[in-house]
């Protein structure tokens, strides 16, 4: 066996063998120890990719240089790409859905799910909801960063593996198949989901692998063009601060299979698309050399 087949290999039975132990503890038990194993899933799961990262590291005396620069600012076109466009997309497909679906619009912004108050904030046109993704946005920079710890097991570690194996495009591909794996118990245990869905749990289980395929495909296009893992995490933390907005200006408030969050097939239908392009762009031979 290969080193680069090695490592893959002993990278994914770490990370998938903790979130499936764990979550398959929390599906076979019950009362208290059920959500003690639950919250070490979901608190921990994006500290595991990381622990996988470095142990693996250590165990395979793996010495290949850790991709991440702060230095972000260098390659100013990629960070606007990163910080704006995914966001930009996730807005567009919100308000596809609520034209497709007029009467799960409510017109407020719901502040019950983020501040536990009945505050509720007028939405009469979609500039005032572009205004509220900026601001939110904004306001939960930081939180952005915790995303840094599955980028970097996920793209940073493994990706590069994987593309030294498979190649670019077969590598991105397998990167985020993977990387939704690692999701399903959390989903089929309720998280992102409305546990009402149609079909749910497993509905809700392929409907993340499709996000995972898709935002692994944008997040792996970007960790290829620049080879730093600082692009992807800003990616991943924007997705996830304004991708949790839309649910909160509906009247279910809740997740369904099509929207409004990009968790959904029409919400996410620009991702999608983005995903698809950079893909078929991507450069075939390997990564490039960072700066």
């Known amino acids: 066996m290969n080193d680069n087949k090695s490592r893959i290999r002993i990278y994914l039975i770490f990370v998938l063998g903790i979130c499936w132990t764990l979550g398959m503890a929390a599906i076979c038990l019950q ?13 921990g799961f994006t500290a595991f990719p990381v622990i996988a990262a470095v142990f693996t590291r250590r165990i395979t ?5 850790w991709r991440i620069s702060f230095r972000i600012w260098k390659n100013k076109k990629l960070w606007a790409f990163c910080a704006l466009v995914p966001s930009i997309l ?23 799910g983020l501040t536990g108050t009945e505050q509720v904030i007028q939405i009469t ?17 930081p939180i952005q960063v ?16 994987q593309i030294a194996e498979y190649g670019v495009r077969k590598g991105a591909l397998l990167n985020g198949l993977y990387w939704g794996i690692a999701h399903l118990p959390l989903i089929y245990l309720g998280f992102n989901y409305s546990p009402e869905n149609v079909g749910a749990p497993w509905s809700n289980m392929l409907m993340m692998m499709l996000v995972c395929v898709t935002m692994g495909m944008i997040c792996s296009c970007v960790m290829v063009r620049s080879n730093n893992v600082m692009y992807p995490a800003i990616i991943h933390g924007a997705v996830n601060v304004i991708g949790e907005i839309p649910v909160f200006i509906s009247v279910s408030g809740k997740s369904g299979l099509l929207g409004p969050n990009p968790t959904g097939l029409i919400s996410m239908s620009g991702l999608i698309l983005c995903a698809i392009i950079m893909l078929i762009k991507l450069p075939t031979a390997k990564m490039v050399k960072g700066e």
């Open 146 to 161: 915790l995303e840094l710890g599955e980028e970097i097991g996920w793209r940073e570690y493994l990706l590069p593996k």
């Open 125 to 141: 046109n979609p500039l005032q909801f572009c205004v509220i993704c900026i601001l939110v946005s904004a306001i939960c920079i």
């Open 61 to 65: 005396r793996d010495k290949s240089e």
């Open 31 to 43: 009362g208290n120890s059920k959500n003690i194993f639950y919250q070490i899933l979901q608190k």
């Open 90 to 112: 996730i807005v567009m497909g919100t308000v596809l859905y609520f034209i497709l679906f007029p009467e799960q619009y409510s017109g407020v912004f719901n502040l019950v």
